[in-house]
């Protein structure tokens, strides 16, 4: 795994300025996942504050064995946990995650393309990006 992300690093050395920067743009927002939430459970952020009280309200109404919900979604059908209340709220309530990043590096796939994907969560980006690449 180690020589394919490498590889992948050479090839995205290789791009010309105005491609790195393009793909740069099509996956920063998910570099900026960090700075939205803040510091987890220990921030005084009032936007993760009211999303961890959306999550337990969920779970509230869901039960405590309620360990994962099926969503059918335009990412697929996953199983999402009953608190999450980013990736999951918006799969249960807008049938879809991400699609302008799958858009986005939908541009850089085809048949013959590789992925790896890091950090890949419940696969809400992973499994659409199966469709148009080999690996």
């Known amino acids: 795994?180690?020589?394919?992300f490498k590889n992948l690093l050479e090839k995205i050395s290789a791009l010309s300025?105005?491609?790195q920067l393009e793909l740069?743009?099509?996956i920063k927002p998910i570099l900026a996942y960090?700075?939205?939430l803040g510091d987890g459970e220990k921030s005084e952020n009032p936007k993760l504050k009211r999303m961890a009280g959306y999550g337990a309200y969920v779970k509230d109404i869901t039960g405590n064995y309620t360990h994962a919900l099926l969503v059918k979604s335009d990412n697929g059908n996953l199983a999402i946990d009953a608190e999450d209340c980013v990736v999951g709220y918006n799969l249960r309530n807008n049938e879809k995650y991400g699609a302008s990043e799958i858009q986005d590096i939908r541009k850089y796939l085809n048949g013959d393309s590789n992925v790896m994907i890091l950090g890949a969560h419940i696969g809400?980006?992973?499994i659409p990006y199966q469709d148009f690449a080999v690996k």
């Open 1 to 4: 795994m180690i020589n394919q």
């Open 17 to 19: 300025d105005d491609k």
């Open 24 to 26: 740069y743009t099509s």
């Open 34 to 36: 960090k700075d939205i």
């Open 124 to 126: 809400t980006l992973g």
